[in-house]
């Protein structure tokens, strides 16, 4: 048994709980914030036995690793730049933190 | 030295942290959410030393333990079911699950 | 590789996450409630690289460590004190609990 740690994006979490309760991956949300002003990220907690570890670290890989999205900036906030601004501009979205901690007692009651 | 990491439901919450109270032993509460559509759960972290982590583990399963309670449902819901709905049901209500994870320091500052 | 958890107090946390940012320490932030009575306090979760825990702790104890204050209490509240409630008086505030957990894995995706 390990608990798994993982700290996503507020935009990924959904995802990743639908993804968990299929696969029937018992996970405990916590709300968190910071980490360089990056806004609101979702605290997972996981416990999960020893040969599902790697399952999980890919489902949380495959749903959070940042990746780049085209996004077209607000107009108002671009008075300053020259005419390319209303094009889209590429931003870094995702990325997710994860710890797999050991654990010396499980239990449920 | 261990840390205890105890998921219960919000409504053994409170009963919980009495407890915990009167006998001395120190956690932070977390406002948690998740695990199949269960609702609102709370997070005990404890910091507590090797000796007494038996005595917590068993203030967290008398407390929070899964087990049966009898419901009466809500009529306005059960205009499909036949006549039965009035009386109570039994439903489960309850349960903990704990993790004791190893620390390799403590302090307070 | 270890996870730092530490609790410090509300009133403490803003400046201790000035020093994070500053430092280039990541930490993720929790609202945690309790502790005997202890109103809000803020859970910091740090993933640290081995060499630089000593350096962690020394701005969590810096920071957030218990010391006096003098504080005037509020004069309407002292009616059945006699006359020597309007000076101030020393009052513990800050302290830090802190956890430092192995970890076997660390992923950043
Ligand atoms: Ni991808
Ligand atoms: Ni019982
Ligand atoms: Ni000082």
């Known amino acids: 048994m390990k608990l798994i740690i993982a700290i996503v994006q507020d935009k990924d979490s959904n995802r990743l709980s639908s993804q968990f309760i299929e696969a029937n991956v018992r996970a405990t949300k916590l709300s968190t914030t910071g980490g360089f002003l990056r806004s609101g990220n979702t605290t997972f907690m996981i416990g999960i036995e020893d040969e599902r570890v790697d399952e999980v670290l890919a489902m949380i890989k495959e749903t959070s690793h940042a990746r780049e999205q085209f996004m077209t900036p607000p107009v108002n906030l671009d008075v300053t730049m020259d005419g390319a601004s209303a094009y889209p501009v590429e931003v870094q979205v ?16």
Not at 98 to 109: A, G, N, S
């Open 94 to 109: 995702g990325g997710a933190t994860v710890f797999v901690l050991p654990i010396e007692q499980f239990h449920q009651f």
